[in-house]
């Protein structure tokens, strides 16, 4: 069997964002309906580097798929003009053990993450939603205004990053894509941003709350993204005990959402009142509770994901003949 390597630019041909969207809808509802098995991650730490590596692996039972992926986190790497996240995912045939390809992740993890949130916003915000904040400038956020665009008609966005060059450059990508709004504003703070947004898009990697009480209209909905460990808030605890709050897995949001366990530890919300992506997509939970109703999405990433979305990516790369295709056992 021929083993496929696709590049990053192989990725994006493969895995446009429509059909990014509708993979991680099978992808959560197999997981919330106990058709996926999902280890916990596995973290190596380097303290050295201020850096770790997570191994992921996923076995999706609906289209028998088996994968994982393999990503590292290094802060450091800014010094050396080097990208700070680094990844690739590995499909399986799950009936004979035979390694089927390899991905380019990183590329791979911005599409899929931008997805869930779009899917999130499809089920979440309101049908009437037209104005969009993003929070952050860089891969995250392209792929977030990208997929919140694919599910409602935006007329208008707002970004706003602590480096105003970069998120000037944001805005004239974003601008120039058929895809996006014309109309994109570069806001002075995270607040200005927000505050008459209907969707909110986090996408950064700080530690402490970059939006909190009072700065979000009633009815908006929020993707809250960019925080991925028990110490980091993205979005103020004190706005998320406010919200109704669904998460990508629930398992997952007890061991790494910042927020949610913040607001678990204070008594504001209680374990089974989070709400999986996947319960909603099942009919087994619903969704938005009324038009002025807040709602939240926190996503730390699981593994079905990166498994579902890089066989969409590799079934569309056979069909175009995308990538490189050799023979590994070849002597």
């Known amino acids: 069997m021929p083993f496929h390597i696709l590049t990053a630019h192989d990725v994006r041909a493969a895995l446009p964002m429509p059909d990014a969207i509708e993979s991680m809808r099978k992808a959560f509802g197999m997981l919330s309906s106990g058709q996926a ?5 596995t973290a190596i730490e380097m303290p050295k580097h201020d850096a770790v590596t997570l191994f992921m692996p996923a076995y999706l039972h609906s289209g028998n798929r088996l994968g994982a992926k393999i990503v590292s986190v290094f802060p450091n790497n800014i010094n050396l003009e080097l990208p700070r996240i680094h990844g690739i995912v590995i499909l ?8 089927e390809a390899l991905l380019e992740g990183t590329t ?7 997805a869930a949130s779009g899917l999130a916003t499809d089920l ?14 860089g891969a995250q956020a392209r792929t977030q205004l990208e997929a919140v665009c694919c599910v409602r008609q935006i007329k208008s966005a707002w970004v706003y990053s602590p480096n ?7 805005a004239a990508e974003a601008a120039s894509r058929k895809d996006t709004p014309v109309e994109i504003e570069i806001a002075s703070s995270a607040h200005e941003a927000v505050s008459q947004a209907d969707i909110i898009c986090t996408a950064t990697t700080s530690s402490t709350p970059v939006i909190g009480p009072g700065d979000v209209k009633p ?12 110490a980091m808030y993205e979005v103020d605890p004190e706005l998320v005990k406010q919200m109704r709050v669904v998460v990508d897995q629930r398992q997952a ?10 607001c678990i530890q204070q008594g504001w919300l209680r374990e089974n009142e989070l709400i999986e992506l996947g319960d909603i997509i099942n009919g087994t939970r619903p969704g938005r509770i009324g038009g002025d109703q807040m709602t939240f999405f926190k996503s730390v990433g699981v593994a079905v994901q990166d498994v579902a979305a890089a ?21």
């Open 164 to 170: 105003r060059a970069h998120a000037e450059q944001f």
């Open 253 to 262: 949001a007890l061991a790494e959402a910042g927020e949610v366990i913040a």
């Open 219 to 230: 009815g908006a909905h929020v993707n809250g993204i960019g925080s991925y460990t028990p």
């Open 124 to 137: 979440l915000a309101r049908r009437d939603a037209s104005t969009v904040a993003i929070i952050g400038s």
């Open 311 to 331: 066989q969409q990516a590799l079934t569309t790369a056979r069909q175009k003949k995308l990538g490189t295709a050799i023979e590994l056992d070849k002597q």
């Open 108 to 114: 791979l993890t911005a599409i899929r993450t931008g």
């Open 37 to 41: 098995d999902v280890p916990p991650r």
């Open 92 to 99: 399986i045939n799950a009936a004979t053990g035979q390694p």
